[in-house]
């Protein structure tokens, strides 16, 4: 039985699963569409929610990026995770207890505004909308990898399935689905980091591995200080030091918490358990859930890169292990020999003059067209060969993408083969389930904010299923169009941006409208206004038109620059809300009456 | 104000949500990043991992979870005692 064969075999069971509990609780309410009518429990939820929370670029990448940045990736470790605990303990009980289906119905409700609330469908509309771009580009990838078709009809039949479940589901039938997809993901991730632990540190658990001995080698030594070792020796910062600047780590994590805690889809979820004792419940399975994946990442990304830098640098081309080929015809890895001595060698920046450690100009690399001759094609050691400019300032020979990490480790580790067709499932699960539960939020600002609560408030039950489908198609159309035709680098840049966005628009206005009974209408649309105005301005500026780093606010990037957006954010708010009057008497006591825990009933949309 | 349940249940959840985001700072941005380089070279080592470090990819997140378990069992124990119990 070759690899193929399995991985169809994986794939074809999970998707068994995943369409039969898909068809067996679809959604017949708008409110079990919704919310899936409030009643699942929390256990569940928070499997589907991790699930939801956990995309295919986390999945794929987030491992990658550890083990090449070591120390400074912890700023997505904790940013992703330490932003559930805002969302908990600030945000989703009292949420909950306010008893509406989507984020925009509390933001116009408890700010008596139709412009607040227009805001508020914007940000969540283009929030999902970036996340769901990348996410059928990811579903796209993994599927024409997996069957040899192009990347253009793996969007498609991507797009095809996340319809049929998401779409006819609703909130129920992903709920479900989602479920199943967390425990698959959960196999996926795990199961090749137990088996590199075992044979790189003698530890079953892989979090033990990374801070015990390597013992791999021969003699023991501590594992971490190997890996300094090897970075060091090779020109590359001290993994457990990083070089990003202490301002920078600070307003990066504080921003992506932030984030974490606006972002409409995830604080939607806590609206289908039953009360808001069950939310808190369901916080604590949701974030123990994603523990089990972030905390297995560093390790892998550890493991992955002694690996890699093991097996590859001095050895010869001709028999460095096959999976370098393989990758090297995916793509996803390159190699030019540069001083033409048939070996690879992989430097970091501090060993040339220049400082980069690029191995050719661009960065992607870019093969002969169709029409090239052989010697074009292949070079003297059979290497795959580029098109692109050599990059001579650095002895740098390796070119790698941050997505191997995770789905070469099994490879590098020799792993069986029927771990590798799990982990191709597990990417597809996690790719799959974030694209629903965002396409259900994107439906349901559609239908429900736009539709009913502003256009056409007279909108019958029936008639507002209705247009949900309708709306997810369309939005499901719009992403995959732009899955097959990426705006190039333009997703990458713009998930950091749906993070600003969130944390310098909904957080704040959502954080106050909670906690504060004086906070106005004119405060938080002020607030909210300039918070976005100032993140869009910046991150623009820097991103798409020719801002220069040394331009940097206090030298913080425009990953960060949520954080400073969610100040001026909450400056202006309480600013402007100072000099207007009061909310209305009935709101006051609509917020007072958010902080009393019991009879939060079940969600409504009513 | 008059000291009425709702008034003294609020100020209670108050406090521990505060004293929770206290533990959440420093864990994670005290810790992980402002003391890290100082607590990397004068912290006992976990395993063969720096304190700071080790925080940053592991500790911080460890803790994250139990704050959220410490959470739910204080708050339920809170809307209990001010009698706000629901049925399960």
């Not at chain 1, 732009?482 to 909904?506: D, E, H, R, Y």
């Amino acid at each position: 039985m070759t690899q193929d064969h399995l991985n169809f075999i994986f794939i074809g069971i999970s998707f068994a699963i995943y369409i039969g509990i898909a068809i067996k609780s679809r959604a017949g309410s708008t409110k079990e569409y919704y919310t899936a009518g409030g009643g699942v429990s929390p256990l569940a939820n928070g499997m589907a929610t991790a699930a939801d929370w956990m995309s295919a670029a986390t999945f794929i990448s987030m491992a990658g990026t550890v083990a090449l940045s070591g120390y400074d990736a912890s700023r997505f470790l904790m940013g992703w995770t330490g932003g559930f605990v805002l969302l908990t303990i600030l945000m989703v009980p009292y949420l909950r207890k306010f008893n509406k289906a989507t984020v925009p119905d509390f933001v116009g409700d408890r700010y008596y505004s139709k412009l607040a609330r227009g805001v508020a469908v914007v940000c969540a509309i283009f929030i999902c909308m970036t996340y769901i771009m990348g996410q059928m580009r990811g579903v796209g990838v993994v599927f024409s990898q997996l069957f040899g078709i192009s990347i253009t009809s793996g969007v498609i039949i991507g797009g095809a399935i996340v319809f049929f479940y998401a779409g006819l589901g609703g909130m129920k039938g992903i709920t479900y689905t989602q479920v199943a997809q967390y425990c698959v993901m959960a196999f996926a991730y795990t199961i090749p980091a137990i088996f590199i632990a075992m044979a790189l540190t003698g530890n079953v658990l892989p979090q033990i591995g990374l801070i015990s001995d390597y013992t791999a080698g021969g003699e023991a030594v501590p594992f971490l200080e190997k890996l300094n070792n090897i970075n060091t020796e090779l020109g590359f910062a001290e993994y457990t030091s990083g070089k990003l600047s202490t301002i920078n780590m600070f307003c990066i994590t504080a921003a992506l918490m932030c984030g974490t805690a606006g972002l409409p889809h995830v604080i939607v979820r806590f609206f289908t358990v039953k009360n808001v004792s069950a939310v808190r419940k369901s916080a604590c399975w949701t974030l123990l859930f994603i523990a089990v994946i972030y905390l297995t990442a560093p390790a892998i990304g550890a493991f992955a890169r002694v690996n890699l830098i093991e097996k590859l640098h001095d050895a010869s081309y001709q028999e460095a292990p096959y999976w370098l080929k393989e990758f090297e015809e995916t793509g996803q890895m390159a190699w030019i020999d540069k001083n033409d001595d048939g070996k690879i060698q992989y430097y970091g920046p501090s060993k040339s003059v220049a400082g980069t450690h690029a191995v050719f100009q661009g960065k992607k690399p870019s093969y002969p067209t169709l029409g090239a001759t052989d010697g074009q094609l292949v070079g003297k050691h059979g290497q795959r060969l580029l098109a692109n400019e050599v990059d001579t300032s650095n002895p740098n020979e390796l070119w790698f993408g941050n997505d191997i990490m995770v789905m070469a480790n099994p490879h590098m580790a020799g792993l069986p083969m029927w771990v590798i067709a799990l982990l191709m499932a597990g990417c597809i699960a996690a790719a799959l389930s974030t694209a629903a539960g965002l396409l259900l939020v994107l439906s349901t600002s559609i239908s429900h904010d736009l539709m009913k609560r502003i256009l056409k408030p007279d909108l019958s039950d029936r008639e507002e299923v209705r247009y949900a489908r309708i709306a997810s198609f369309l939005a499901l159309a719009v992403a995959v169009y732009f899955g097959i035709n990426p705006p190039s680098q333009f997703i990458a840049k713009t998930v950091a941006f749906a993070f600003g966005l969130a944390a310098s628009s909904f957080f704040p206005a959502l954080l106050m409208g909670i906690f504060s009974k004086r906070m106005n209408r004119e405060g938080a649309i002020a607030g909210m206004l300039c918070g976005i105005l100032f993140t869009f301005g910046y991150i623009i500026y820097f991103q798409f038109l020719d801002g220069t780093p040394d331009q940097y606010l206090l030298g913080i990037t425009p990953e960060g620059i949520g954080f400073v957006g969610m100040l001026i954010n909450f400056v202006v708010a309480f600013l402007v809300s100072a000099f207007t009057p009061a909310p209305p008497q009935k709101v006051q006591e609509m917020v007072e009456n958010i902080h009393i825990p019991s009879g939060s009933g079940e969600a409504s949309h009513h | 104000m008059k000291d009425t349940p709702s008034h003294s249940h609020r100020r209670a959840c108050l406090r521990l949500v505060l004293g929770l985001l206290a533990v959440w700072f420093s864990v994670s941005f005290g810790c992980s990043i402002l003391f890290r380089e100082w607590l990397d070279a004068n912290a006992p080592q976990v395993g063969s991992a720096p304190f700071g470090f080790w925080m940053a990819q592991q500790g911080a997140i460890i803790c994250f979870v139990i704050l959220l378990v410490v959470y739910a069992v204080l708050m339920n124990r809170l809307d209990a005692k001010h009698g706000y119990t629901e049925d399960q």
